[in-house]
């Protein structure tokens, strides 16, 4: 039956998802009032620049004291899609305080303050949701909370940034250069209001710290992911993965370690094989792998970025919290018993690509495989390539852990014979 009192939404920021989330609920007002079983209301958006015309939108709903909004007191939820850590951080808690649930886009402040805000949210007896913070529209903190909850998680990997995975797409597919990519997936919305954090990988790396919580029944926070970003890639990376039948791409790992007793969580470029499902990903798609015990292997697949995507991922939290209001009860918390610490990046086992100049003269390629077996690093494929006296070594190692390749290449560094290490890559999914 259908409740007459309407359910008050506030909303925080009115950019590229705000304005396609405050679209989506007009226009699609009746079948959301049918869904959760009460009419929705938009009580008002918190914006920074008021003078905008934002069409749609009520301008006598438009505020700039958002602080004051998430006060009135009469909010059934709010949607926080301002993003980074403050002012989002103390609107969520006040939104809480003030009775209202919350629903959030926001990746980085989950990934540094999650603990906090689930905290807060149980406290007051509210829910917290954030389906929109990973992976855009991809359904996939639902399904890893809920639908695996019985299941055990034993790895995550996948592509979880739209922008710079269409930023290598265009370099792999166009020879577009890194600059001009970058600014088009800012034009085209995906991109973090500062694109450092896509292109660094602390955007990832925030992902990656949400689903490996989420995934391992544990706490890990943005400081616990190893991060590389993809700004150094270079089209000769791409040269060297087309001659061994990969691609690259950004990826973000999430795995049980020591037998299950720690885990690890980490973003790098990698080189995957051109006939992993995860090469054919191309723009500002994601893609996401969960690996568990009972189901095998999942894959999860759609748009990662861009407003009216993650706007249908923060409309489903909107519905799925406007039940539990009609209803009276919260969906599930934080789940965090299994308390298991997080191993340092030395513990991973992967295998390398690694690109050396060196001089070319006989002796040097006993010599560089030497230092690989000191190490108890075990080399794969080697392949040479002549060029003006000196020479380029490209070594493909098995699996080693990532402590033991970097002693290697501390020791490869200071042979008289190795000029530089040109470039150092991990390869995954074979
Ligand atoms: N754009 C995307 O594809 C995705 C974005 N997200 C997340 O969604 C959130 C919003 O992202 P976008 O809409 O892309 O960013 P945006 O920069 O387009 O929008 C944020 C809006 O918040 C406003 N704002 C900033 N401080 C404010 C304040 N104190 N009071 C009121 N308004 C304020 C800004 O003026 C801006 O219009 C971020 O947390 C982002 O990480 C998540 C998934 C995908
Ligand atoms: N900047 C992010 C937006 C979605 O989370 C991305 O490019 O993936
Ligand atoms: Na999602």
New binding site residues.
């Given amino acids: 039956m259908m409740r007459t009192r309407p359910l008050k939404v506030a909303l ?8 396609e989330v405050a679209r989506i609920m007009t226009t699609h007002a009746d079948d959301l009032a049918a869904r959760i079983g009460a009419p929705v209301e938009l009580a008002g958006v ?4 008021p003078d905008k015309v934002r069409e749609g939108i009520d301008p006598a709903l438009v505020t ?1 004291d ?1 602080t004051a909004l998430v006060k009135r007191g009469d909010l059934d939820i709010v949607v ?5 850590i403050e ?2 951080r103390t ?1 969520i808690t006040t939104a809480f305080e003030h009775g209202a649930s919350v629903v ?6 989950l990934a540094q303050d999650g603990a906090a805000l689930h905290a807060a949210a149980d406290e007051h007896g509210k829910d917290l949701y954030y389906e ?2 990973v992976a ?1 529209a991809i359904p996939l903190i639902r399904p890893l909370r809920e639908s695996l909850a019985g299941d055990k998680v034993n790895r995550v990997l996948g592509i979880v940034n ?1 922008t710079t995975n269409f930023i290598l797409d265009k370099m792999d597919t166009t020879g577009a250069g890194y600059q001009e990519a970058l600014d088009e997936a800012t034009a085209l ?5 500062d694109p450092t ?1 896509d292109v660094e990988g602390f ?1 990832a790396a925030a992902k990656a710290a949400i689903l490996a919580g989420i995934a391992f029944h544990t706490r890990v926070r943005l400081d616990d992911v190893y991060r590389e970003g993809m700004s150094e890639v270079t089209a000769a990376d791409f040269a060297s993965a087309k001659e061994m039948g990969c691609t690259i791409k950004l990826l973000a790992i999430c795995e049980r370690a020591g037998d299950g007793a720690s885990v690890t969580a980490r973003v790098h470029p990698a080189m995957i094989p051109l006939s992993h499902p995860l090469a054919s990903v191309r723009g ?1 798609y994601n893609a996401v792998f969960v690996e568990s015990d009972a189901s095998g292997q999942l894959m999860f697949y759609g748009p ?4 009216a ?2 706007a249908s ?1 923060v409309l489903g939290d909107l519905v799925a919290v406007g039940r539990n209001r009609i209803s009276g009860t919260t969906g599930p918390g934080e789940s965090a018993y299994a308390a298991l610490p997080v191993s340092s990046m030395g513990e991973v086992v992967t295998r390398y690509h690694i690109s050396l100049d060196v001089a070319d003269k006989p002796g040097v390629l006993a010599q560089v495989a030497t230092v690989f077996a000191e190490h108890g690093v075990s080399i794969d494929t080697v392949r040479q390539q002549g060029k003006d006296g000196e020479a380029s070594l490209v070594v493909v190692t098995h699996r080693a852990s990532d402590a033991a390749l970097g002693g290697t290449v501390e020791a490869l560094r200071n042979l008289d014979t190795v000029r530089g290490v040109a470039s150092i890559m991990r390869v995954e999914g074979e």
């Fill in positions: 925080l920021g009115c950019g590229v998802v705000g304005s918190a914006v920074r620049r700039t958002a926080e899609v301002i993003g980074g002012p989002a609107l959030s886009a926001n990746k980085a402040l929109a913070a855009g739209g919305g995906y991109a973090e209001a954090a955007d500002a990662g970025a861009g407003g995507p993650t991922a």
